[in-house]
């Protein structure tokens, strides 16, 4: 998932978490992001896991 798209979801969930490019590896020409995602503690991380990315990657 690019980086952009990832920051865009964050901006809509509200979470307050921040998002980190570690690096970006090739497989088969195709990006692959490895990505941190961290939030202060009370569950940002889980909202914006649970909430936000899971729907997006589903298709709704």
Same mark, same amino acid.
């Given at each position: 998932?690019?980086?952009?798209?990832?920051?865009?979801?964050? /901006? $809509?969930?509200?979470?307050?978490?921040?998002?980190?490019?570690?690096?970006?590896? $090739? $497989?088969?020409?195709?990006?692959?992001?490895?990505?941190?995602?961290?939030?202060?503690?009370?569950?940002?991380?889980? /909202?914006?896991?649970?909430?936000?990315?899971?729907?997006? /990657?589903?298709?709704?």
């Amino acid at each position: 998932m690019p980086l952009e798209e990832l920051e865009e979801l964050r /901006r $809509r969930s509200g979470a307050e978490v921040s998002l980190r490019l570690l690096e970006v590896t $090739r $497989r088969n020409r195709i990006p692959l992001n490895r990505v941190l995602i961290e939030g202060e503690e009370g569950g940002e991380v889980k /909202r914006f896991m649970g909430g936000s990315l899971m729907r997006a /990657r589903a298709g709704g």
